[in-house]
């Protein structure tokens, strides 16, 4: 019933207890796939080995912003064979975080759309990272109307959204969307529809409201379809579901 396309189980977090859980959130709490993106060369790889492991899990293959200072040249070219290979679903997650560095916005953005540019002749979608970085995201995917894929853990503005949703961009909602604070999170739910919603956790991070602080999984995604829910009237299985088919049709797995 579930797609988590976003959750980081190659990461340390997992590393007691991995290939425990794993099988047990396909086997018991409804996830049916799940969607791992890379943040630099090693977690690419560590992605795509635990996606030839376990059949429902995919991954996909970047460099993530915030690793733009251990970035070498050589990493790109040992990226390009790992994108080729059929489990890799996306590029990503890549973008602009200036909340974590507004010092090299330049190298950001240019390694942004290098990219997208990849992502584009691979005929695959992007997964984008925008924190604190909305103007300047929003002016680089403008440049690329061909690019497609998700804004993760959206946390711009309607407006912003919904020029995004013009442009055939999905958007991405984990746990924050349970939080006290989620306003703005919760007016750009009521104006997305159902068709471009996916259900992620950025795990091991991100716990929803009632678990905040502690390590995420992809089991916590009930949380996060109920809140959905709420806005759009509908049950939290009608918005897994209607998420899982949104994933399968972005990702290429219909
Ligand atoms: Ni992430």
Redesign the pocket.
Known sequence: MFFDT???YDDRAFDPDRDELLPRLHAEQGVDLILD?G?DLASSRAALALAGRYSFVYAAVGI?PEELGAFQEADFAALRPLAEQPKCLAVG?IGLDYYWDAAHKDEQKALFRRQIEWAIELCKPI?V?DREAHGDCLEIVRAYPEARGVF??FSGSPEMAEELLKRGWYLGFDGPVTYKNARKALEVLSLCPLDRILL?T?SP?LSPAPLRGRRNSSANLPYIAEKIGQVKGLSAGEVAAAALENGKWLFGLL
């Open positions: 976003h959750a980081h993106p943040c993530h997650e997964i990272h993760h853990c992620e950025d991070y």
